[in-house]
């Protein structure tokens, strides 16, 4: 047993120095020393030695073991070193070279208009609310005047969520007004984005999903001039100073008086030059931006107003309608297409 641990420690030292990669070292070190290794192959023969032997070849085994882990730590220090150096050698990497940047994201230019709009009517003394995209068809459509068989009711294609069911994805930001107007009492000056949802089919200018802001000013003496004035002032902020605005008369179950609220088209020379051929106003000059009104005595009813003591007006307008016009574009879907050629012109 002596000549056969001199001879394995010999094989195992021979094989160790002939190693080049960490790989071959570790299949040396299993093949001698593991559980199945030729190490404990040769002990297991111990039990057949007699008795006086058996400490002499024991101890010659350690020795023969700590030999070969030694060799074995050398040889991988020194594998180690040579991988370092390969990987120096072969993977270098020029520092001199210029930085690779990542792009860095940005706003998305629906939420940059949404944003923009938002910042007017704050410099204006309004606050932000928000509303539950859920909502119920009283919040949605009988607290603004709408009866259960209200014509109006077919010009928004409701999407409930389960048959039979008043719950609804709410399609306009209008019960936000009735939200806040229930849990507060006046003056009140809200502005309210969010998204709504229609059963429309997706085209260049319709979308099942899209945003909306609503905004609404509930006083004493709150009068039609007031909405004019709020509104003029927030078009003419955002569209520019010289924006012609005009207001057509209109209905909204929620509101009385009602109105249509365009400005002059801002691609072509607008109400005092049109021109005949624009893709945008088709000739007439102008553009339709919003709707808005005075809130309707019923409304203020149904939060617990007294309509004889406090008036209000309220207005909505569609963001994307507002970005198309803004950007000079003819698709909405490309606000939701998610190309990064498209998203990126606006960074």
Known sequence: ????????????????????????????????????????????????????ERPAVGALANDVKEAIVAALDTKGAEVAGDELRRALAEERIDVTLPGRTRPRGHVHPLRQIEDEIVDIFVRMGFRVAEGPEIDDDYHNFGALNFEPDHPARDMQDTIFVAAGNDTLLRTHMSPVQIHVMSASKPPLRVIAPGTVYRRDEL?????????????????????????????????????????????????????????????????????????????????????????????????????????????????????????????????????????????????
Not at 20 to 43: C, F, H, M, Q, W
Not at 265 to 275: E, I, K, L
Request: net charge negative; glycine share 10%; with cysteine.
């Open 1 to 52: 047993m002596r000549a056969e641990l001199a001879e394995l420690r010999q094989a195992a030292l021979t094989e160790i120095a002939a190693t080049r990669t960490p790989g071959e070292l570790d299949a040396v070190r299993v093949r001698y020393l593991g559980r199945k290794g030729s190490l404990n192959a040769i002990l297991r023969g111990l039990g057949q030695l007699a008795a006086d």
């Open 203 to 347: 085209d260049t200018t319709h979308s099942p999903m899209f945003q909306q802001i609503e905004g609404f000013m509930v006083d004493e003496r709150v009068t039609l001039a007031d909405l004019k004035g709020v509104l003029i002032h927030f078009l003419r902020r955002l569209f520019g100073p010289q924006t012609g605005v005009r207001f057509r008369p209109s209905f909204f179950p929620f509101t009385e008086p009602s109105a249509e609220v365009d400005i002059a088209c801002t691609s072509c020379g607008g109400s005092a030059n049109p021109d005949p051929a624009c893709r945008v106003c088709h000739g007439s000059g102008w553009l339709e931006i919003l709707g808005a009104g005075m809130i309707h005595p019923n409304v203020l009813r149904a939060v617990g107003y007294d309509p004889q003591a406090v008036q209000g007006f309220a207005f909505g307008m569609g963001t994307e309608r507002i970005a198309l016009l803004r950007y000079g574009i003819d698709d909405l879907r490309l606000f939701y297409d998610n190309d990064l050629r498209f998203l990126t012109q606006f960074a």
